[in-house]
């Protein structure tokens, strides 16, 4: 029962991948102590978290290890970057495999409310709250390029230039590996003149809504899918609401949901 689960969790192929990412695990200077449990029931305990939205010390016993044990590999891997990696790895699977579409890719951002921590701030359509922001790249699919947090009340233009910078150089089917989206797509919030200079000097076309002049709902058709995307993270339930205080924290688990919004496309 508990290889069953462990198996359902942590994929064969997202498992493979994962074992070309993970660091070795450290050796104990003075020798002894007890072997560290096998690093694929770790994976799926962390996975486990994600999605169900449950603290450390509330990990069912079927993994065979506590939640101590989780949380302390899981500050590792996070240090070690393994998440963004991992991510970065299965975009490259799917790109080798032609299935990204670089032709309209969306840009958009979600708030959800933060206990502590940094990185985090007054939510202005929260009634002041604190809260921390999600911000978000997709391909035309709704497939997450890159991902990034921030305060609830920092600007969403000011997110523009970071995450695009943040996508990663991927895999093509055919030519050289590519990090630029064909044509940008954005609502009101990321309507500013040096945004469109600085895209167009990188050669991306861009679509953002003007304010005053045009309403957001006309980029609907185009913008759905981020929005959609959006949907796709709250599957994983731990970024219902953020309880990590330290911001990696946070951003290990945006990272851990979108590689699994891409292995779910990559497994299919």
């Keep these: 029962m508990a290889a069953a689960l462990v198996e359902r969790l942590a ?12 660091p070795s695990a450290p050796q104990r200077p003075q020798g002894g102590g007890h072997r560290c449990r096998g690093e694929r029931e770790v994976l799926a305990a962390i996975i486990f978290v994600a999605t169900s939205g449950c603290t450390w010390n509330q990990l069912p016993p079927g993994f065979g290890l506590s939640g101590v044990t989780a949380f302390r590999r899981f500050t590792e891997w996070s240090e070690a970057r393994v998440w963004a990696k991992l991510h970065r790895l299965v975009l490259d699977e799917l790109g080798a495999r032609g299935e990204l579409d670089w032709s309209r890719c969306a840009i958009d951002s979600v708030s959800v409310r933060a206990l502590k921590g940094q990185l985090t701030g007054p939510n202005p359509t929260d009634r002041g709250k604190k809260g921390s922001k999600i911000n978000l790249i997709v ?37 050289p590996r590519r990090r630029k989206p064909g044509k ?7 309507d ?43 599957g994983c339930r731990r970024l219902h609401r953020r309880y990590e205080r330290k911001a990696e924290h946070f ?12 292995h779910r496309r990559l497994a299919n």
């Design 11 to 22: 994929l064969e192929g997202l498992w493979e991948l994962f074992q070309r990412v993970v």
């Design 139 to 175: 391909d035309r699919q709704g497939l997450p390029l890159s991902v990034g947090i921030s305060a609830a009340n920092l600007h969403d233009s000011q997110a523009l230039i970071p995450l695009v910078r943040g996508i990663p150089p991927i895999r093509s089917r055919r030519g």
């Design 184 to 190: 940008l797509h954005g609502d009101k919030g990321y």
């Design 192 to 234: 500013y003149r040096h945004l469109r200079r600085w895209l167009s000097s990188r050669g991306i076309r861009h679509r953002l809504a003007r304010k005053g002049v045009e309403s957001s709902r006309h980029l609907g058709r185009h913008r759905w899918v981020v929005e959609r995307t959006v949907s796709w993270l709250s």
């Design 251 to 262: 951003l290990a688990f945006t990272a851990i949901a979108a590689t699994l919004i891409c």
